[in-house]
């Protein structure tokens, strides 16, 4: 017996919904992407990846969030409507929710937990995820990885001798450098 941490399947692009989502989207900005439920207990993490965006056009870096996921929390939903106000598009249809696995490909860069942080790594993304306590999602890179892996690369993801200048440093580095990106995705 083995065990294999979040064994995921081969991902299938669906081009049809990615144009769709990329019709109604800035066309010349660096994509951040986050799948997954929207609930009291996920809120912190497209909350924490809102605020990411939100700073990075402040660097005069183009970036914009998509936010897939099942409304499962009105509270959480509403929270997210009315904070997550520019360059932001959410998305709780369920022609976007299903398999939403296969819309991955969209995205510069994926904020993940669990499973979802698996299946967008496995098909080369830069991954960031979330972070207890923290304004910003964490930059997931070699120095890192075994100790967000122990909690699943999940909301309670934490790391000793953690600095957000540095974490949000390295985020525009990647942002801003094809070649710093290629070192973190593909």
Do not use: W
């Not at 993490?45 to 605020?51: D, E, F």
């Not at 909690?151 to 710093?180: G, M, Q, W, Y």
């Amino acid at each position: 017996f083995y065990c294999i941490p979040n064994r995921v399947s081969r991902i299938n692009a669906d081009e049809e919904r990615i144009n769709e989502i990329k019709s109604i989207m800035p066309h010349d900005a660096i994509i951040f992407l986050r799948i997954g439920r929207l609930n009291t207990a996920y809120l912190q993490t497209v909350l924490q990846s809102y605020r990411l965006v939100v700073h990075l056009n402040t660097l005069n870096i183009r970036a914009f969030l998509v936010c897939i996921g099942v409304p499962e929390s009105k509270g959480a939903t509403s929270k997210i409507s009315e904070i997550c106000t520019r360059n932001t598009l959410v998305l709780t249809e369920k022609k976007f929710t299903d398999d939403a696995s296969k819309l991955i490909e969209i995205a510069d860069f994926v904020i993940g937990t669990g499973r979802g942080f698996m299946e967008a790594s496995s098909v080369g993304k830069v991954m960031l995820t979330p972070l207890a306590g923290m304004p910003h999602p964490v930059l997931v890179d070699e120095s890192n990885f075994q100790e967000l892996m122990s909690s699943n690369f999940s909301p309670r993801n934490t790391l000793e001798n953690f600095s957000n200048c540095e974490n949000l440093r390295k985020i525009t580095a990647v942002c801003n450098s094809n070649v710093e990106r290629s070192m973190y995705g593909k």
